[in-house]
C-alpha cells in the first residue's frame, strides 16, 4: 500500500522575545496540534526558540518569480527613497 | 528518565510521518552514489540553459519556484533524498547500542546524536520535496529498493567501539562532504546543511572522546579500540565516492555548483584531518602504505579495494538485508498509526465544521 499524505506545514520560530518570528522550514502532519508538537522536537531541541507558529504550506500566497522583473525592478531606479540620495553637508553633523 | 521518556514522545511524533520505530533509533549520513546521469543538453532550451547557467556562476542560489534544467531537478531529488535516507538508514548501527551504552553519560549523548540523525533526515527531505518528490514517494522508494542510502551504513557494530569509530570517523567523514555543501547552489539544500552542520558538530567530538576512552583504558579497551578502526577506516575512505574520473555525474554537478569539491579532494582533506588524530589515540591506521609526503604536505594512501565498495552497493554488503528489513519493518509496523492519526485529524476537522 502507498503511504498515505499527510498535509505540509511551513514553521517559523522566535528565537527569542524582542525578535520576529522566522521561517525554519516545513514538516508534514495531520493537524496543527501534532504539527505544533512535531515542531518542537524537530526544530527547537537546543534552545532555538520561545514561540512557534505553523502555518499550513497550502494557505501560504506566494509572489511568483516569474514577475520579479515587474514586481522589484521599478524600486530600483528609486533612489531618492533611500537617505545617501540626500547630501547634507559635514559642518550639519549626523542627521 | 526524563530524557528517554522525551525521546520517545519524540519517536511517536516522528513516525506519524518518518514511519520510524523505536526499535530503529541508530545514526546518521552521507550519501552519494552513482547512477547514469541523463545528458545536460536534454534539457531543451540553450537559452534557458545559458541563462541558468549565468545565475549558478553568478553564485546566485536557486530556490523553488526558479527555472531550472529538468537534469538540475533530477540530479538534486536523487542526491538529497540519497541524503535523507542515509541519515535514517544510519540511525539504525548506532541505535544497536543505546541500551546497552556503558554509562548514563554515554547514554544520553548516543540518544541525543540519534535523534540529531532523525531529524536531519527529516530536514533533507522537505527539502527534496521542495522540487516536487512527494515524501511518500520518496520512502516507498526507498522500501522497494529503488533508491539508495550510503554504503557505509551497512556495515555492523558488534562491538561499543564502532560507536565510538562512527562518531569520529564516519561522522567526520560526512562533516567533510557536508560542509561545502552548505554553499551548494540549491538553497533549500544549502539551508538544510547549514542546520545539520551545526548540529553535527557534537558527533564527531563524541565519538573521539569514546575512542580516547577506550585508547587510555585496559590493553582489551585499547584492542577493542583498533579493531573498530580496523574495519572502519576503509569504508570510510570508500564513502566520499569513486576516485576523480570514474564517477559519472561529478562533472555536472560542478558545473552547476551542487558539489565544490572532488572525491579526491574530500577524501584527502579527511585523511590529513584523520592521521594525526589516529596517532593522538596511540592507534595505527591499518594501510601499510600509509606515508607523509613532505613534498606535498599530504598523507599517502594505499589502493582502495573499489571492489568491495562496489559489492555494498550492489546489496552484497554484511547488513544490507538487515536494514533494509529493519525499515520495512518500521513502516510495516507505524501503519496504523498513520492511519489512526488521519482518522482522527479528519474526525477533528468535521467536528470543528
Given at each position: 500500500m502507498a503511504t498515505p499524505r499527510f498535509p505540509l506545514w511551513e514553521v517559523f520560530i522566535?528565537?527569542?522575545?524582542g525578535l520576529a518570528h522566522r521561517h525554519v522550514g516545513s514538516l508534514h502532519a495531520v493537524d496543527a496540534t501534532s504539527a505544533l508538537d512535531a515542531a518542537r522536537d524537530l526544530?527547537?531541541?537546543?534552545?532555538?526558540?520561545?514561540s512557534i507558529w505553523v502555518v499550513p504550506s497550502a494557505s501560504l500566497v506566494a509572489s511568483d518569480p516569474g514577475d520579479k522583473a515587474m514586481m522589484f525592478d521599478p524600486a530600483s531606479d528609486k533612489i531618492y527613497r533611500h537617505p545617501t540620495f540626500y547630501e547634507v553637508p559635514d559642518e550639519v553633523g549626523h542627521m | 528518565m526524563h530524557l528517554l521518556l522525551k525521546f520517545i514522545d519524540f519517536c511517536k511524533i516522528v513516525s506519524y510521518f518518518?514511519?520510524?520505530?523505536?526499535?530503529d533509533v541508530a545514526m546518521y549520513t552521507q550519501g552519494l552514489t552513482h547512477e547514469p546521469e541523463a545528458a545536460v543538453?536534454?534539457?531543451?532550451?540553450e537559452a534557458a540553459l545559458t541563462r541558468f547557467q549565468a545565475r549558478i556562476d553568478g553564485e546566485q542560489r536557486i530556490e523553488p519556484n526558479d527555472a531550472m534544467p529538468a537534469a538540475y531537478r533530477r540530479t538534486l531529488v536523487r542526491q538529497i533524498s540519497q541524503h535523507a535516507h542515509s541519515e535514517i538508514v544510519g540511525m539504525l548501527p548506532e541505535g544497536n547500542w543505546i541500551t546497552r551504552a556503558p554509562t548514563l553519560r554515554r547514554k544520553v549523548a548516543l540518544l541525543a546524536k540519534v535523534q540529531d540523525e532523525c531529524g536531519h533526515g527529516l530536514y533533507l527531505y522537505a527539502a527534496a520535496e521542495?522540487?516536487?518528490?512527494?515524501r511518500e514517494q520518496l520512502y516507498d522508494d526507498l522500501l522497494a529498493g529503488k533508491a539508495r542510502y550510503s554504503s557505509i551504513f551497512n556495515y555492523p557494530t558488534p562491538t561499543w567501539a564502532d560507536i565510538g569509530a562512527i562518531g569520529w570517523l564516519v561522522d567526520g567523514a560526512a562533516l567533510m562532504n557536508q560542509i561545502p555543501l552548505c554553499r551548494c547552489s540549491y538553497g533549500p539544500y544549502a539551508r538544510a546543511m547549514i542546520r545539520v552542520c551545526k548540529e553535527e558538530s557534537f558527533h564527531q567530538r563524541q565519538g573521539y572522546e569514546i575512542m580516547l576512552t577506550l585508547a587510555r583504558g585496559t590493553p582489551a579497551q585499547q584492542r577493542m579500540a583498533q579493531d573498530a578502526l580496523n574495519r572502519w577506516w576503509w569504508p570510510c575512505l570508500m564513502m566520499f565516492g569513486p576516485p576523480d574520473g570514474e564517477s559519472q555525474h561529478s562533472d555536472t554537478s560542478t558545473l552547476w555548483k551542487i558539489k565544490r569539491f572532488s572525491n579526491d579532494e574530500l577524501r584527502q582533506k579527511f585523511i590529513d584531518a584523520t592521521v594525526p588524530q589516529a596517532h593522538f589515540l596511540g592507534l595505527t591506521i591499518p594501510d601499510a602504505a600509509l606515508r607523509f609526503d613532505e613534498a606535498t604536505g599530504h598523507w599517502q594512501h594505499g589502493a582502495i579495494d573499489w571492489e568491495e565498495f562496489r559489492q555494498v552497493l550492489a546489496?552484497?554488503?554484511?547488513c544490507n538485508n538487515e536494514r533494509m528489513a529493519a525499515r520495512r519493518k518500521a513502516h510495516d509496523e507505524g501503519a496504523w498509526v498513520r492511519e489512526a492519526a488521519l482518522a482522527h485529524a479528519s474526525k477533528q476537522a468535521k467536528r470543528a465544521a
Open positions: 522566535r528565537s527569542r522575545t526544530f527547537t531541541r537546543r534552545n532555538e526558540g520561545v | 518518518s514511519g520510524l520505530n523505536l526499535k543538453h536534454a534539457v531543451g532550451d521542495t522540487l516536487d518528490a512527494t546489496g552484497n554488503g554484511p
